[in-house]
């Protein structure tokens, strides 16, 4: 008994210990993260709880729950001024300096050199961790092919992202024109946008496997998951809890992996064949999608450290992400904004795709801060118009939520209006030709969904913009389309409201939507 009580106390002592010793460490890891985080001038204005240790300890406190707060505070007193001001950011990271609207394009203009958008991304995705190796540049590849070869491709691959969007859609909200069917809205995105998705990167049939679906949905989650832990712990702890995190990723990234290998293998192969003339290949023709420009550039490029199945397959991990995570993202908000604002009628009139997802985009952005660059020049970078200093290391951000709902720059902002910028455009063309100017054209242009501006930063702007926007609006632009042809929707009685959490958009997961198949299609 007595030896029992002994163990049991000693153990209770230990555990103790551990505890206290683990507090201990992590205080000590999260004062030597602010130590070591870049030195910014005092004479920045801040918005949060002030200066000092206790002030930082508050604001990394409130940071999950206040920080769209402070950002429209700050908007209001000194972005609106044309003044810069430091806003507080996770525990891991430092505070950033939040760049007025005005001062867009000095920021967005500097060299990659100076301020780095794909440093900076890679701080904010822990790219290190979560896509399953170190260094920011050497996940970027596919990236590169996105910007160099989609935009001029996409018309060629039109017809195949249809039919899945077609086949995902009945799959997604059945095919029954008897009975209204409830079906939740986010499973709806997310069984529809990763098989359009994978169409574009990989082509059928792996568009249709649902394994490999499925372990590409779980590897995004994975993702965002880790993302909102890293940001909570102290800078010098991720080399351990990031691995440890990233196991997930791993697991699904090799199951889809096997799936894939056997077809890079063979697209590898068969194109290879055919560049060296080939008989047995003068017939064939590579499909149209990511991997096979990504073979071509690589080769026109004299890349050939990343043609294998296995380098190709980590390539295309950021490029799936990114396009799962955000579309899926945009999507389900634009069915809240729709279906919460508008009625049965109003949408019978829904002719005109653009001007609606481009209208959520602005009113329910998917971050308050998407706009990012991080100084990596060694002296820093000084402002020409303030003449404040940014040492290296530091961040520069834009404010995107706030402008987006400034009533200066649109009218009555917090409404969702889906007629807002088609409305710009059906006025031009109803106009005589007399009437129209090149400024009302240019104007008409803009406002089109994939173009940005710093009014608009949904999708970024500047030669950073997102390079997949046109194949993100042609996606939306055929399932709205598909869906208000072909199935009876009815109206949500009120849109359901997201949840900020930090920088991050938690939307309503449980929503359910009501919807009936047409006997026949609009």
Known sequence: MSDSLTFALFEAITLWRAAIS??????????????????????????????????TAMDWAGYIREYGEWQNDGYGKYSKQNRSYLIPSGPSRPMEIV????????????????????HALNDVLFTDYNFLESGFANGQYGIHVIHRCLARKLPLIIPDLENEVNKAMDLAFGTDTDNWKSANLWGVWMTIVPRVVTRLLVGHPVSRDQVFLDNMAKFTADVVRNICILNMFPKVTHPVVGRLLAIPNWWHWWRSYKIISPILERRLYDMECQERGDPSHDNWNAPENFVTWFIRLAKEEGRFDVLSPFVISRRMLQVEFAAIHTTVLTGHSLMLDLLGKWTKK????????????????????????????????????TNPVERWHAPYGSYLMLSVSPIHLDEEIYENPEEYDAFRFSRVRQEFESSQDEEKTYEDHLKVMNMSMGTTSDKHLAFGHGRHACPGRFFVAHELKMILAYLLQ??????????????????AIIPPFSTNIEVKRRERPL
């Open 346 to 381: 109003g949408l019978s009139r829904l002719y005109c795709t653009d001007s609606p997802i481009r209208e959520s985009m602005r009113v329910s952005c998917l971050s308050p801060s998407l706009t990012k660059r991080k100084v990596i020049a060694r002296e820093g970078i």
């Open 486 to 503: 072909n199935w009876e929707v009815r109206p949500l009685q009120e849109r359901p409201k997201s949840t900020w959490i930090g920088e």
């Open 99 to 118: 760049v007025p609207r005005s001062q867009t394009k000095w920021m967005l203009d500097q060299p990659d050199n100076a301020l780095s958008s794909l």
């Open 22 to 55: 683990g507090a201990f460490f992590l205080v000590l890891s999260f004062l030597y993260d602010l130590w070591a985080q870049p030195r910014l001038s005092k004479l920045f204005p801040r918005v949060g709880n002030g200066k000092g240790i206790l002030a």
